[in-house]
């Protein structure tokens, strides 16, 4: 079954159509690279799907149940996916391991030893152990983007969002955030993430998706949207970023 399916959104500010009418299918264990020009809503789609914006239009569908319906409780939804952004957005007055504590014991009521050993556990794997009492100040930014993507997985997501994760870190600290999202990938996780990092896409993503004008002008595996595009404007882009 579909993890994720988004049918006809439509997502305005004011007179500005940001989302047109947008498709999206993602399957179990795929990975799905957004791309586009900045403004053509990748973020804003994200954001639908994790319900920080309202729709003007249309249906998602997580797993098979409608969480666009206004009667669905957000917090709800949210528990299910996982979401990363580019500027981290950690709690700078908590410690790594608060950071990635925080929700599974307040939000989803977890006994602080089992949240706790699960968080280890994760940095363990991130490599990042040594870590879980300090200060996210304290961190490079691909540790704290590293940390941020610890904190999103402790709560087990079926799905994760991840907005160009990689875009505020120093080229040297690219690598570490990718080679997690590698991991990720092998252990099955369904992921939908916005990049400009088109080597990127092309490595891990199953489906990439060029957005254009509110919608998903074409859609395909890497090799061919990026390889091959059939479409005029993802030539376009392509050519102007490559
Ligand atoms: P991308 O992530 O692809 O760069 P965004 O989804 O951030 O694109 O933005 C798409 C368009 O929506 C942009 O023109 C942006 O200015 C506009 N936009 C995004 N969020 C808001 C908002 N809260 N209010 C008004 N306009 C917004
Ligand atoms: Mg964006």
Redesign the pocket.
Known sequence: MDVLTCRGLR?E??D?V?LDGLDLTVGEHQVVA?I????????????CVNLL?DLDDGVIELDGEDISDPRVDPDRVRRRIGMVFQSYNLFPHLSVLENITLAPIRVHRRPRAEAEAQARELLDRMGLGEKAHAYPDRLSGGQQQRVAMARALANSPRLMLL??VTSALDPELVGEVLSMIRDLKADGMTMVL?THEMGFAREVADQVCF?DGGRVVEAGPPEQVLGDPTHPRTRQFLKRII
């Open positions: 997502k500010f004011g500005h940001v957004l586009g020009a900045s403004g053509s809503g990748k973020s804003t789609l994200l954001r914006e907005d160009e916005a957005l």
